[in-house]
């Protein structure tokens, strides 16, 4: 059974940092694709990195500020923010899709994971 723990959300301020953690178990990371996305109040959810394999993806808002990583020792990714925005405050959410069925998938469509966290907020205000 897959399950996924978010950890490292938190209040801080505009330009400030935060690292999330989505700690995996059940599954072996180097056979699975991990996606960060957040919803803020009102909002659709939102694809904003993703790690498979040695390729990474970001959404164009948070390139150069967001970094998305993995220790496979560790089974867990981490999303580094740099420079963080107001527009940056949401519940961030990772996901997993097994690579075997990642044909066809879109790396930013929420639809194509098939196991979530159960989030956690990021809070950017001064």
């Known amino acids: 059974q897959v399950q996924l723990v978010e950890s490292g959300g938190g209040l801080v301020q505009p330009g400030g940092s935060l690292r999330l953690s989505c700690a995996a178990s059940g599954i072996n990371l180097d056979y699975y694709a991990i996606g960060w996305f957040r919803q803020a109040p009102g909002k659709e959810r939102e694809g904003v990195s993703c790690?498979?394999?040695?390729?990474?993806y970001y959404t164009y808002s948070v390139k150069g500020r967001f970094t998305i990583s993995r220790d496979n020792a560790k089974n867990t990714v981490y999303l580094q923010m740099n420079d963080l925005k107001p527009d940056d405050t949401a519940v961030y959410y990772c996901?997993?899709?097994?690579?075997?069925?990642?044909?066809?998938?879109?790396?930013?469509?929420?639809?194509?994971?098939?196991?979530w966290g159960q989030g956690i907020q990021v809070t950017v205000s001064s």
């Open positions: 790690i498979k394999g040695s390729s990474t």
């Open positions: 996901a997993s899709e097994n690579l075997r069925t990642w044909w066809g998938s879109l790396w930013y469509r929420a639809q194509d994971y098939d196991s």
